[in-house]
């Protein structure tokens, strides 16, 4: 047979094999040889020319066959090794599996012989356990019994799915009668310890209820809970008697009495009956939580029935002392039972975890730090689990607090109205000028503790309704105080602008604002900055207080425009003023001769008092706009975008203007640019760098000025050039702007037709697809250029000069 093998081996080896790369490569790897009958790409031919490379070699030819048939034997023994090897592996592997599986009928022979021990020693435990159990019950030795029963009831747990055996079914049944005899035993003797309210108390805490208790914990949860339900029904039953609805002392006005009579009912439990509950069951908390219910329930119900009695100093009284009891609670109790437990249910959450305003320390008398809205938080306060358990009752009868406070805060505006009449605005040259009015921090403060107080009450409806009386007396403050004492005068008593106030008077000076009413405009747009920028944290705090699913409905951007309206109203003030105290410099400046003038001098007269008014009123405002600066920064703009395009429509009705009327134009100009770039730190002994967005608007503004006059300056021959450079220097393609122009140089009408004839045909071709006029482009010079340009304007006055 064995032959039979080798030989049908052999003939297999003989067949071509062909293997892949990969397979080639991993043999080669692990046998490397350099035979070249080993290699991949064995050639017999090629192999049979090495070894016989000339015809002489041929002569060796038998010893080379000999060689070739020995390592043919050689391999022919080597594979029949393998091959009888493997064999014998396979007759190996079946000797040691019988083996195996001997061993492992053994071992589950003892596995399930120790199963069998275990389960007899817990079915003796069981039987005798259930012996004791019944005689312990009867002598009512509950402490051995509290032991024996969960040891009982642990054993049985092994033996669920044995049931089906008659013996162990019965011993089952057996426990469960036990169970149900000592639960109703158990509650039988605290019934007679502690009896009804009217029955003669027959006895109180022992021994025996301490290990009854200890019992309850191993039975039916239900027992557990019906000891504590009515201990705590006798324990409180003479409170209901005490503070029925009927009873004087049911009032809120009394509502101190309440809490010191749970105060002397706890202290008396810890001393009489501390030790017989086990300390896990949190009897002193479940006391004083079912206490807060029955109260929360009474309290309601006695408010209900007296609502036209409650008045607010009563209600934030009743409000006060509840909260201050359920800190207390806070303090000594953990709250672990509010979510379980005869009678108890979890109180609402609290009004807010965490409490933004933690630097609102609310003392004993309900007063409150008066501190800024801004002022940084505290470490973040503990929740407190007892917030609302009783105080929750207040929330229907809230509607008096609000009222209350609608009243007050209608008082208060009614009461800075009537200070600030008496009063008078801030002094001129004294701290206060220009500072914050103190009644807005006033306002805020008493807006901060309102929302305390009534966020400790509720975070529902209520809140929303003092919202809404917020946002109206924020509006009423910004109208009656702010706006309604911005100065006016008689002609415009109506209103928060100056026009009538400033028309133009013949041979007068326009009246102006003195520096008491500079200040304050000034303090106006202080206070309303200040308004604004609280009263976006006041809604950022209303919405932290509030209900998450009523934050929606807190919106302040009504309010905040209207300060917003109050700061805008006021610059507009402070620049109207400044600008008409100007107009009539600029009135005198086109009034002038210009024509006749004879030589380039100083500067004029009307860019003198200009200089002046700016340098009477901007340190004045700067001053006083001390703490905003970006407001004076506005003003200084505005100012500017209001002057420089009045100043240059007053340039164009200088006609008709010589060529030295241009030149002194031209230095006044020069003069004004000077001013106006210097406006912010004007007066100022320090001097600061002005805005780059406002030093552009000068530059731009002035230069054009510049321009015109240059252009003026220019001879209208020949009257290509003149329109071209026209063109080029002011970039501007409006015709009624060039006749302005030639307006100032003198022409006559017929001259002027044809100047506009030959502007309308030089101005540059708009763009492809413009749908606008003609577009062209001005661009602002530099430093470098401007200072060049100076240097030879000055020049130019000297040799004139």
């Known amino acids: 047979m064995m032959e039979e093998e080798e030989l049908e081996f052999s003939e297999d080896l003989e067949a071509i094999l062909h293997l892949i790369p990969e397979v080639q490569l991993a043999i080669e790897q692990v046998f490397p040889s350099q035979d070249p009958l080993d290699r991949a790409d064995f050639n017999a031919v090629e192999y049979i020319n090495t070894l016989f490379p000339t015809e002489q070699s041929l002569a060796n030819i038998d010893e080379v066959v000999n060689k070739i048939r020995l390592k043919i034997r050689r391999l022919d023994d080597n594979i029949r090794m393998v091959v009888r090897g493997q064999t014998n592996v396979g007759q190996d592997g079946r000797q040691v599996k019988e083996i195996t599986r001997d061993i492992k009928q053994l071992d589950h022979a003892k596995r399930h012989l120790t199963t069998s021990i275990t389960t007899l020693n817990h079915l003796h435990m069981l039987a005798g356990g259930v012996d004791s159990l019944e005689a312990m019950t009867r002598r009512r030795q509950y402490g051995e019994v509290a032991n024996l029963l969960q040891g009982v009831v642990n054993v049985l747990e092994h033996f669920h799915k044995y049931m089906g055996i008659p013996q162990i079914r019965q011993l089952s049944e057996r426990v469960k009668a036990a169970q149900s005899e000592l639960g109703t035993q158990i509650l039988a003797d605290f019934e007679e310890a502690f009896p009804a309210q009217g029955s003669k108390r027959a006895g109180g805490p022992s021994n025996v209820l301490r290990d009854a208790c200890l019992v309850a914990n191993v039975l039916d949860p239900r027992i557990k809970q019906e000891i504590i339900k009515k201990f705590i029904r006798q324990h409180l039953s003479e409170y209901m008697v005490l503070f029925q609805e009927n009873q004087d002392v049911a009032w809120l006005d009394k509502i101190d009495r309440r809490y010191a009579w749970i105060k002397r009912q706890l202290v008396d439990y810890e001393e009489k009956y501390g030790r017989m509950f086990p300390e896990e069951w949190c009897m002193t908390e479940r006391i004083a939580v079912e206490f807060c219910h029955i109260t929360r329930t009474e309290l309601a119900k006695v408010m209900r029935t007296r609502a036209k009695e409650i008045e607010v100093k009563l209600l934030l009284f009743a409000i006060q002392r509840t909260t201050n009891f359920e800190g207390l609670l806070a303090k000594r109790f953990s709250g672990c039972t509010l979510t379980d437990g005869p009678g108890v249910k979890k109180p609402e959450p609290p009004l807010e975890s965490t409490n933004p305003f933690l630097e609102d320390e609310v003392g004993d008398d309900g007063s409150e730090m008066e501190e800024d809205l801004d002022r940084p938080k505290k470490h973040k306060a503990p929740d407190n689990p007892f917030h609302g358990i009783i105080s929750k009752c207040f929330e229907p009868h809230l509607y008096v607090y609000i009222e209350s406070q ?45 929302m305390v107080q009534c966020s400790q009450l509720s975070t529902g409806e209520p809140m929303i309704a003092l919202t809404t009386i917020f946002q109206k007396y924020l509006r009423e403050y910004a109208w009656k105080i702010l706006s309604g004492n911005l100065p006016k005068t008689s002609s415009n008593s109506g209103g928060l602008t100056i026009k009538s106030l400033l028309q133009e008077k013949e041979g007068s000076e326009a009246a102006k604002f003195n520096v008491e009413e500079l200040c304050l405009i000034c303090s106006i747009l202080s206070t309303a900055e200040y308004c604004l920028a609280t009263t976006q944290q006041l809604e950022e705090k209303l919405k932290e207080k509030v209900d998450k699913t009523l934050v929606e409905r807190i919106n302040l951007t009504g309010e905040m425009d209207t300060f917003s309206n109050v700061i805008s109203n006021s610059i507009q003030l402070l620049v109207q003023d400044l600008d008409a105290a100007c107009d009539p410099a600029l009135t005198a400046m086109s009034k002038m001769p210009w024509q006749s003038v004879e030589h380039v001098g100083d500067q004029s007269p009307y860019v003198t008092s200009v200089i002046m008014h700016i340098k009477q009123n901007v340190p004045i405002i700067r001053g006083n706009l001390a703490s905003t600066r970006k407001y004076f920064t506005q003003f200084c703009i505005k100012f500017t975008n209001s002057f420089i395009p009045k100043f240059i429509n007053h340039l164009f009705r200088c006609k008709p203007i010589s060529m030295v009327g241009a030149e002194q134009l031209l230095l006044d100009t020069h003069s004004l640019k000077t001013v106006l770039l210097d406006l912010p730190s004007i007066g100022s002994q320090v001097v600061r760098k002005a805005p780059a967005s406002y030093t552009k608007i000068v530059v731009k503004g002035m230069t054009r000025a510049e321009m015109i006059l240059k252009v003026v300056m220019a001879p209208h021959e020949p009257s290509v050039v003149f329109v071209d450079n026209y063109i080029k220097l002011l970039a501007d393609g409006n015709p009624e702007t060039f006749q302005k122009t030639l307006d100032m140089k003198g022409l006559k009408r017929s001259e002027q037709s044809s100047m506009l004839e030959l502007f309308r045909q030089r101005l540059p071709t708009p763009p492809s697809g413009a749908d606008g006029g003609p577009s062209l482009s001005f661009s602002t010079p530099t430093p470098e250029q401007e200072n060049s340009r100076i240097r030879k304007l000055e020049k130019l006055i000297k040799k004139r000069l």
């Open 406 to 450: 609608d009243k007050n805060l209608g008082e208060m505006i009614d009461r800075f109205v009537s200070d600030f009449r008496a009063q008078g605005p801030p002094k001129a040259g004294t701290e206060d000028g220009g500072a914050v009015l103190p009644s807005c921090a006033d306002l805020f403060v008493y807006y901060k503790k309102c």
